[in-house]
């Protein structure tokens, strides 16, 4: 609760009145980000409505049944919407990397339902150690310095994206899942192992290397934050204010 509630503060995340939905995979990460913004949603001073959408990639042996039921005890709206991602991705993916066509793919069906069910924010449960990976893959292979941000505006202008675990490291969320009992889904997105996948070599990469030094992720943190704060409109979307 500590970093997210630092980093909702840093970012500015919520607002009164907004209405929050989460991408649910069924992982570690969004379970653990769904159980935070429930807590959140009870004793914040802001006060938000909330809600779980599903996408469904329809790869065999992903099961995201188990959600409704959990989402239902929790007292959570929930969504779910399928599409057959490895289909589109053999179809229409430029490059190797299937985890980003995914995401691609996810995120545009992620806004239709905000949209369609009157949702203004999309909470998405990447965290440190996700960041730290796009911004080295986007240098050593884009000659660019980016990553993911913490909190800006859709280019259409009409949902705002959160990431309040941007401050949390992926062992943290593990922990957590497996102290809280949470019903992770094992291996949710399981044809992922099957593609190629520059990410989990950088995730590698990153992990040996902080054996070597306690302190690269807290400086990766800080080396990132110009990026980590850009709203991606150049100032235009005033996301610090309350309008």
């Not at 190797?96 to 999309?122: D, H, M, P, W």
């Not at 850009?230 to 100032?235: F, K, L, P, T, V």
């Amino acid at each position: 609760m500590k970093p997210v509630g630092r980093a909702m503060a840093q970012f500015k995340m919520l607002r009164d009145g907004d209405r929050v939905m989460l991408g649910l995979s069924g992982g570690k990460d969004s379970m653990a980000l769904l159980v935070i913004l429930k807590h959140l949603q009870r004793h914040a001073p802001v006060k938000f409505d909330l809600a779980a959408c599903t996408i469904d990639p329809e790869i065999p042996g992903f099961d995201p049944s188990p959600l409704k039921e959990w989402c239902a005890k929790m007292d959570v709206p929930y969504f779910y919407e399928s599409e057959d991602i490895v289909a589109l991705a053999e179809e229409r993916m430029k490059g190797n990397s299937f985890c980003s066509f995914c995401a691609r793919q996810k995120r545009g069906i992620l806004y239709t339902t905000c949209r369609r069910e009157g949702y203004n924010v999309l909470a998405l449960a990447q965290h440190l150690d996700d960041l730290a990976e796009s911004f080295i893959m986007s240098a050593f292979n884009a000659g660019q310095l980016r990553t993911m941000k913490a909190h800006y505006l859709n280019d259409d202008g009409d949902i705002r994206i959160i990431r309040p675990l941007v401050r949390v490291r992926e062992n943290q969320t593990r922990d957590f899942a497996k102290t809280a009992e949470l019903p992770v889904i094992p291996d949710n997105c399981p044809a992922c192992y099957a593609k190629p996948q520059a990410r989990e070599e950088t995730k590698q990469l990153l992990l040996e290397q902080e054996k070597k030094n306690k302190h690269l992720y807290a400086n990766l943190w800080t080396a990132m934050q110009p990026l980590i704060a850009d709203d991606n409109h150049a100032g235009a979307a005033d996301l610090a204010t309350d309008e």
